[in-house]
T-cell receptor, first 118, second 113 residues
Framework: AQKVTQAQTEISVVEKEDVTLDCVYETRDTTYYLFWYKQPPSGELVFLIRRNSFDEQNEISGRYSWNFQKSTSSFNFTITASQVVDSAVYFCALSEAHHTGTASKLTFGTGTRLQVTL | NAGVTQTPKFQVLKTGQSMTLQCAQDMNHNSMYWYRQDPGMGLRLIYYSASEGTTDKGEVPNGYNVSRLNKREFSLRLESAAPSQTSVYFC????????????FGSGTQLSVL
């Protein structure tokens, strides 16, 4: 069975601090995809990134960066120079590659609530 | 650009009542999903529909039924609501493929008293 663990339940930082959200996953698949979603106070989940298991290059998008390490089964998310608008719950998710059909079945972690204050 | 639309946004039910949550997407996606979100448990898949005319159980299907009415619409029905079904429900859709990203609706907050 697949599993995604986000051990950090809640993190509080002061604006402009850097913060890293941890994500550890378990899967027997050799091919899989990892995702991060943001859930702001409005409630709707917003897609941030998708990364496949064959691409271990780090990715940077503005103040966001992702570090994927297959050796430790981790896909961590760093926000540089955090801002109040980054306050949200962040979910890491893992796709289930080996199942019948064509749906995209994601297993989500329990989420990390990030609070950024002035 | 509506994306995924869910109705209603809020609902309060008494134990034993029934209701249907509606979901529609305008992105011509093949697959649709229903998740529930509970504190400390993340999102858990209730049912999904890989394509029009098919539905399958997810991780927590008990107490629910679904209907893929057409390519656009996917409804979730609670036949006899229980307090354990108090949750936030999210509908999502994705394009064809097993590793595609999901697009989510804004959620339905359901309380069962």
């Amino acid at each position: 069975a697949q599993k995604v663990t986000q051990a950090q339940t809640e993190i509080s930082v002061v604006e402009k601090e850097d913060v890293t959200l941890d994500c550890v996953y378990e899967t027997r698949d050799t091919t899989y995809y990892l995702f991060w979603y943001k859930q702001p106070p409005s409630g709707e989940l917003v897609f941030l990134i998708r990364r496949n298991s064959f691409d271990e290059q780090n990715e940077i998008s503005g103040r966001y960066s992702w570090n994927f390490q297959k050796s430790t089964s981790s896909f961590n998310f760093t926000i540089t120079a955090s801002q109040v608008v980054d306050s949200a719950v962040y979910f890491c998710a893992l796709s289930e590659a080996h199942h019948t059909g064509t749906a995209s079945k994601l297993t989500f972690g329990t989420g990390t609530r990030l609070q950024v204050t002035l | 650009n509506a994306g995924v639309t869910q109705t209603p946004k809020f609902q309060v039910l008494k134990t034993g009542q029934s209701m249907t949550l509606q979901c529609a997407q305008d992105m011509n996606h093949n697959s649709m999903y229903w998740y529930r979100q509970d504190p400390g448990m993340g999102l858990r898949l209730i049912y999904y529909s890989a394509s029009e005319g098919t539905t399958d159980k997810g991780e927590v299907p008990n107490g629910y039924n679904v209907s893929r009415l057409n390519k656009r619409e996917f409804s979730l029905r609670l036949e006899s609501a229980a307090p354990s079904q108090t949750s936030v429900y999210f509908c999502a859709s994705s394009d064809r493929g097993i590793n595609e990203k999901l697009f989510f609706g804004s959620g339905t907050q359901l309380s069962v008293l």
